[in-house]
């Protein structure tokens, strides 16, 4: 216990899924976690799960597009706890299908909140970060960062945006003697609700959820499917002083797909 006590962290979609899973764990082992989401009211059940475990945590409404919410984070950070030691860029969305048939509209929405909300959350934590020292940023990409996939490569393009992205911000980090680690984390197949929204308009009504425990089987060398908790750990490693030699590299937690 204690691994991020008195760290102050911010973790984005952090409501739901593997933002949930994340907001917890840090939460159990001592950091103050900032929940920013747009989902209010699994927001406010995830601070109040916290808090009735004895930890400290705060929910702040994120859109990850909007640059002015970002820089209002900030200053709500900065005014309300003084530091930030470590940022989950977290928040996501897998937008599905042929990339004939798909719309720019779907293509530009999918890079907004994937890559264009990463950039914005290292853009606006950074300077913070710089006078909080031994900070970690923690990107959340995928297992298909790393591979293509049929029907996803509009995702794959986000993903691995964000894995070579992480990889040049963490060289200019240290290039500049900035105190903060810049890393990947690349998920398999992980039971959250993502799967019930990949691409809800490919199918018919109340048919589009995909159920994880059966892909896995299929999918997964291990045959197993993965949980937010095994992903939060990984964050929690990573975010704490144990990885104070990590920089610029990718942690991957998928039971084996990359292999």
């Known amino acids: 216990m204690g691994r991020v006590t008195g760290k102050i962290a911010v973790v984005t979609g952090g409501s739901s899924g593997l933002g949930r899973g994340c907001s917890l764990r840090l939460a159990q082992e001592g950091a103050k976690v900032i929940v920013a989401d747009i989902q209010d009211d699994l927001g406010g059940e995830v601070v109040q799960e ?12 994120l859109d990850v597009t909007d640059e002015l919410a970002w820089q209002s984070l900030m200053d709500i950070v900065k ?3 003084g530091a930030l030691h470590i940022l989950v860029n977290n928040a996501g969305i897998a937008i599905a299908g042929s990339i004939v048939d798909m719309t720019l509209e779907d293509w530009q929405q999918q890079q907004a909140i994937n890559l264009d909300g990463v950039f914005l959350g290292i853009k606006y934590s950074i300077p913070l970060m710089r006078e909080s020292g031994a900070a970690s940023i923690i990107n959340m990409s995928s297992v298909a960062g790393l591979k293509g996939a049929a029907n996803l490569a509009a995702y794959n393009a986000t993903k691995g945006g964000v894995r070579l992205f992480t990889k040049g911000v963490a060289l200019e980090c240290a290039n500049n003697r900035w105190p903060i680690r810049v890393n990947s984390v690349h998920p398999g197949i992980i039971e959250t609700p993502i799967w019930t929204k990949i691409n ?3 199918f018919e009504a109340g048919e589009n ?15 197993e499917v ?10 929690l490693f990573l975010a704490s002083d144990e990885a104070r030699y990590i920089t610029g590299t990718e942690l991957v937690i998928d039971g084996g797909i990359s292999a």
């Open 226 to 235: 993965g949980f937010p908790a095994d992903i939060a750990n990984g964050v």
């Open 50 to 61: 916290i808090k009735d475990a004895g930890g400290q945590a705060r929910y702040v409404r």
């Open 79 to 81: 005014e309300e706890f």
């Open 200 to 202: 809800p308009d490919a």
């Open 209 to 223: 959820a995909i159920d994880p425990q059966v892909l896995a089987q299929v999918a997964v060398p291990t045959g």
